[in-house]
């Protein structure tokens, strides 16, 4: 699924979820090391895990940030 991010450096969120699993992450654009971090650590765990400690974190001044935004893709391709 894509998933276009809001708010943030990052262009696109691409996210491959089997049932309650993430099967892989890729942001397209963003803090290259940064994004490539959180799609590499996410990738096994549960949706419902990864949403509940990403949602609500923020970059700077910003109301949301990379990881917030891929919790909304999160949700968005469960279903939520």
Not at 21 to 31: A, L, P, R
Not at 39 to 57: K, N, T, Y
Request: net charge negative; hydrophobic share 35%.
């Amino acid at each position: 699924m894509d998933f276009k991010p809001s708010g943030v450096c990052s262009q696109l969120i691409r996210v491959d979820v089997d049932g309650s699993v993430i099967k892989n992450v890729e942001f397209v654009g963003g803090c290259n090391g940064n994004t490539q971090g959180i799609a590499s650590l996410v990738v096994g765990m549960d949706v419902h895990d990864a949403i509940s400690r990403m949602e609500g974190i923020t970059c700077g001044y910003r109301p949301t940030s990379c990881p917030d935004q891929l919790a909304k893709a999160l949700r968005q391709a469960i279903g939520e």
